[in-house]
């Protein structure tokens, strides 16, 4: 069984925009903690944005006012509005779901390629 699985990746030009999207299983996702991680070739995978079960959100200040993460416990889905890329947003992204008792779920990941 795929826990978590991930959408919506591809290529795009500098100053584009793509919306990521992730579906999970139930009983992980509505109650825990859930976001977006990004490894780029050569570094180290980082937090994107998370966001609580009840909504509340964080962004890494590289992404802060161009992303958007929100949730949808009913339909156990997490999305990622991305805006104003940058080659630099160039990286696999990645959807966690943190979860207290059985550790952090991770999707497969998708590939997002933004041109200069």
């Known amino acids: 069984q795929v826990e978590v699985a991930e959408s919506g990746g591809g290529l795009v030009q500098a100053g584009g925009s793509l919306r990521l999207s992730c579906v999970a299983i139930r009983r992980i996702f509505s109650t825990n903690v859930a976001g977006w991680f990004r490894q780029a070739p050569g570094k180290q995978r980082e937090l994107v944005a998370r966001?609580?079960?009840?909504?509340?959100?964080m962004y890494a200040d590289s992404v802060r006012g161009r992303f958007t993460i929100s949730r949808d416990n009913a339909k156990n889905t997490l999305s990622l509005q991305m805006n104003s890329l940058k080659p630099e947003d160039t990286a696999v992204y990645y959807c966690?779901?943190?979860?207290?008792?059985?550790?952090?779920?991770w999707g497969q990941g998708t590939q997002v390629t933004v041109s200069s």
């Open positions: 966690a779901v943190n979860t207290e008792l059985s550790g952090t779920y």
């Open positions: 966001i609580t079960s009840d909504g509340t959100p």
